[in-house]
């Protein structure tokens, strides 16, 4: 399961035009060759491991999520500490209205108005989820809470160790050039790479996702120069349909527009 500081553990965009080589989009951070002043192709998984390094080096982040699947969208907006500054301070839209999520040491606070508060140890979060009561008291109930309240470096962490990782080349984000790139991995392999998992946790998680019919998890990342981790994106498919999850991510928590929707730029082809 996800916590603050996972990165020790854890829709197409606009392609550029073709000019822009292979070996120039993988370089997009700017590293060069001690002999010349050519960009440096770094494989996927450096890459990958030294953006998730950086995002767990800054300790908080500004976040803008989406969660659209069969039983419809939720979204939330906020900010993130992890390490010394461990806090969440969100927004959460979803099938209870829009309520506060708040998060100090370890305890995750919850409330929509006109409901009662919910507060759980971080650990055992999943009983604040909304669809926690079909999982029963203490079960795994999809993460939709405690993923919100994750460093948003975690999966690039995880993939990077565990997954099949594709450059899909340079796009246009943010306004500027961004690498993308593509990871995919069993649920096994995947959650197995979250150290910090109890062998309790990560047999509940296996089971849950088992369940659900979801064989493998799906992840794009894209990263600016300078190993900046600006969005993920998670796609999971199972017996009741798919369900993707994109989070954009402002490192230190410099304020985002209102709107809690990352933008969409439409495919060049």
């Not at 030294?50 to 907006?77: K, T």
């Not at 209205?97 to 708040?102: A, M, V, Y």
């Not at 990263?223 to 498919?237: C, E, K, N, W």
Request: glycine content about 14%.
């Amino acid at each position: 399961m996800p916590t603050l500081r996972p990165a020790a553990k854890g829709a197409a965009l606009l392609l550029l035009a073709a000019g822009l080589t292979a070996c120039s989009v993988l370089a997009v951070s700017g590293d060069r060759t001690p002999v010349s002043d050519k960009p440096a192709v770094r494989p996927p998984k450096q890459v990958l491991l030294s953006a998730a390094q950086r995002l767990d080096d800054v300790g908080g982040a500004r976040i803008q999520v989406v969660e659209e699947g069969p039983a419809g969208r939720r979204a939330a907006h906020g900010t993130l500490s992890w390490g010394s500054r461990d806090a969440a301070e969100l927004t959460v839209t979803d099938e209870l209205g829009t309520g506060q999520l708040r998060g100090r040491d370890g305890v995750l606070d919850l409330g929509y108005p006109g409901a009662a508060p919910r507060r759980a140890e971080r650990a055992e979060a999943e009983s604040l989820d909304p669809r926690a009561a079909a999982a029963g008291p203490g079960g795994w109930a999809g993460g939709w809470i405690t993923g919100l309240v994750a460093n948003p470096g975690g999966p690039a962490h995880a993939m990077a160790l565990a997954g099949k990782l594709t450059p899909l080349g340079g796009e246009e984000l943010n306004g500027g050039t961004v690498a993308h790139y593509r990871g995919t991995a069993p649920v096994e392999d995947f959650f197995g790479a979250e150290q910090g998992l109890s062998p309790e946790r990560l047999a509940a998680v296996l089971d849950y996702y088992r369940r659900l019919g979801v064989a493998a998890v799906d992840y794009d990342f894209w990263v600016a120069p300078g190993d900046r981790l600006l969005r993920v994106r998670s796609t999971v498919q199972g017996t009741a349909g798919m369900v993707v999850t994109t989070t954009d991510v402002t490192e230190g928590g410099t304020d985002p527009t209102p709107d809690p929707t990352p933008a969409e730029p439409s495919a060049a082809g």
